[in-house]
């Protein structure tokens, strides 16, 4: 059996992050909104993945944190991609932490022997907060997202990641733990 399976760490959403999502929903554009309870920041999509593997994905993930400390990310500033003229998702970034990135690029080398295919695009951390479905209201999202761009939205703390499972229906994705690894 198979899943669709990623590794992601929580965000926990606050008063900032559910005012810029609220912001979003008053354009009017046709979006598909994330559940504020399910946002996450997603450091490696693994995509279909056989159930057998789940204790190889968690050997490597433990080993790639087994020598790391809690740390915080900042969640600042919003865009769209793939570009504010064609939006396809609106995201909430971060700024540059480098031990972020040391964590997101080992488990990407390190799931490559188990069978996962490197992401040639690289890590791009954000939050993806909305799905653009149709150019309705165009211009006043990227307005709204333009008002964002530079907005503090958050400190978060970095304590664990997950592996998770998702399964998509009508209604939207449902996430499931599988495995949580600590810092």
């Known amino acids: 059996m198979t899943f669709r399976g990623f590794i992601a760490l929580d965000i926990k959403p606050n008063d900032e992050i559910r005012k810029f999502m ?4 008053k354009t009017g554009a046709p979006l598909k909104m994330v ?8 450091i490696k999509f693994l995509g279909d993945t056989e159930e057998d593997k789940v204790r190889e994905i968690s050997e490597v993930v433990r080993r790639v944190l087994e020598d790391k400390e809690p740390f915080t990310i900042d969640l600042k500033g919003v865009g769209a991609f793939p570009h504010l003229g064609y939006m396809k998702v609106v995201w909430i970034g971060t700024e540059e932490e480098p031990k972020l990135q040391k964590i997101a690029h080992r488990v990407e080398e390190e799931l490559v022997p188990v069978g996962f295919h490197r992401d040639d695009k690289g890590f791009s951390p954000h939050v993806t907060v909305a799905r653009v479905k149709g150019g ?31 399964t998509l229906t009508k209604k939207g994705p449902i996430y499931e733990a599988l495995e949580e690894y600590y810092l």
């Not at 559940?35 to 996450?40: A, K, L, R, S, T």
């Not at 209201?137 to 664990?160: G, S």
């Open 22 to 25: 609220e912001a979003l929903e």
């Open 35 to 42: 559940n504020p309870n399910d946002i996450h920041m997603t």
């Open 136 to 166: 309705k209201n165009k211009e006043r999202l990227k307005a709204t997202i333009k008002n964002y761009e530079d907005f503090f939205f958050k400190t978060q703390k970095v304590t664990k990641l997950k592996l998770m499972k998702s």
